[in-house]
């Protein structure tokens, strides 16, 4: 069992609604299990609709004032909650590890990357600032100001529990509305702890809260009359229901999707460095990113080349509990979804890949309840192979030969999700092409995952993202402020 001095009497994690801490009061709720061990770490209760009530109304009441709190003491508490992530990230990072089963490194740097949201939003004195324009007409001046709209819900995935929420959570706060976090029921004791944290920061009652639960808590914030705006992170058919419910109930919303990413690699690339990054972001946090890219598109000149170097960077990696440090591939998240990325492997065979490397049969010696796989890497994909155009989620890759960067761009562009891709090349007219025709949110040449800082947007397109703005950065501040224009004149008569 996890020690968190806010769980329940029985351990149960418990809401964060009005400044203080509650269990929730619906009937289901499921276990919090270790992926590497099978120990059962927590219960998380679901929400009920008077939960959610609560919160809300909690949220409502706390807005009154906040927005109208000067912004530069709306950014104190900020400023107190990005100390005390530092100071406890290496405790935050041990306990993901432990709910998640992603590997120690790999922890850190996702609350790294969360951190600096929190870092961006104490810029928001000047980040909301609108424009204004003397003599916009005769003797008129005009002035554009931007206002917070209410109460935001974020609803988020299981995968990066420590960062996606604080793609919104600093944000919202700063611009002046309140918040909610809906995080995900299979990890939600980072959430858990950071609310601890929030606890301490400062923030007045009801401006952040922490609403736990499952597809009916989260359809009860989704037709919920009072809250303003949604944010989604999450699979594609839950992102398009979250899309569609809340826009329907009057809501803004940015609904991010699931994803399916290529590499491409051309003739000219460095194909050790390629390789590398290639294997890293495919089977990192064992494939359970949105951003990772497992379909490798090569030129044909240097397609067998390549392969042996990437068969070689697959072999080398360790698969382990991720709290251990020569480990370089931890858990996948539960029993369910190792078995459903099993499936895909053997759907890859059934329609004719071939499978070069099988990482399924791997046991890791002290953790056999673990759900742990090993790379597994397929050549001779085609593009209308189930594991060429469907999400996998685990550390399977597969490589496809293409004529030229002409015929790889086709690939991706022909693609369901437009999440991310990357090129390696040393052309700059290939780095070109790329840039000006691959219809893709994050794009990264040379770089093997393509995660935009958090000054700049979290970019997705096609089935990977509904709605218009996007998370991070100045889209944000847009996302949760509207803007009033006004025309003044003052006659001097
Ligand atoms: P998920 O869609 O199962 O769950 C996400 C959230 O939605 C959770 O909080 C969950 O409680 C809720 N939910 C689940 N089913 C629901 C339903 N039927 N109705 C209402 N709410 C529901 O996603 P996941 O498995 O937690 O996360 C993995 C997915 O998220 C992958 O597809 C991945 O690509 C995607 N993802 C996308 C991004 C991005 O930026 N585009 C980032 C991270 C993860």
Known sequence: MVELQSLSATGDVQNYVGGTWKRA?????????????????????????????????????????????????RIQPLFELKQLLEDHQEELAELLVQEHGKTLPEARGELRRGIENVEVACGIPSMMQSGSLLNAAPGI????????????AAITPFNFPGMIPLWFLPYAVATGNSFILKPSERDPLVAQRMFELIDEAGFPDGVVQLVNGSVDTVNTLLEHEDI??????????????????????????QAQGGAKNHIIVTETADLEF????????????????CLANDVVVVEEAVYDDFTDLVLEEAES?????GLDDSVDIGALITPEHEQHVRNFIETGISEGAELLLDGRDVTVEGYEDGNFLAP????????????????????????????????????????????AASLFTGSGLDARKFRHR?????????????????????????????????????????????????????PDN
């Open 438 to 490: 691959a219809d893709v949110g994050n794009l990264g040449v040379n770089v093997g995952t393509s995660a935009p800082m958090a000054f700049f947007h979290f970019g997705g397109q096609r089935d990977s993202f509904f709605g218009d703005l996007h998370a991070q950065g100045e889209d944000m501040i847009h996302f949760y402020t509207d803007k009033n224009v006004y025309i003044e004149r003052w």
């Open 25 to 73: 009061d619906g009937d289901d709720g499921q276990d919090v299990i270790n992926p590497a061990t099978g120990e059962e770490l927590a219960f998380v209760p679901f929400s009920s609709e008077s939960d959610v009530d609560d919160a809300v109304a909690s949220g409502l009441e706390a807005f009154e004032e906040w927005s109208t709190t000067p912004v530069e003491a």
């Open 274 to 289: 390629a390789a590398q990054k290639t294997v890293a972001s495919a089977c990192a946090c064992a494939g359970e990113r």
């Open 141 to 152: 001046d005009e002035s554009a100001v931007r206002k917070p709209l209410g109460v935001f």
């Open 376 to 419: 597994s890497v397929f050549a001779g994909l085609e593009t209308d192979m189930v594991i060429t155009r469907e999400e996998i989620f685990g550390p399977v890759l597969g490589l496809m030969s293409v004529a030229d960067i002409d015929e790889a761009i086709d690939v991706l562009n022909e693609s369901q999700f437009g999440n």
């Open 228 to 253: 303003a705006g949604i944010s989604f992170v999450g699979s594609t058919p839950v992102a398009k229901h979250v899309y569609e419910t809340a826009a329907a109930h009057g809501k803004r919303v």
């Open 317 to 321: 990696q360790t698969v382990g509990y």
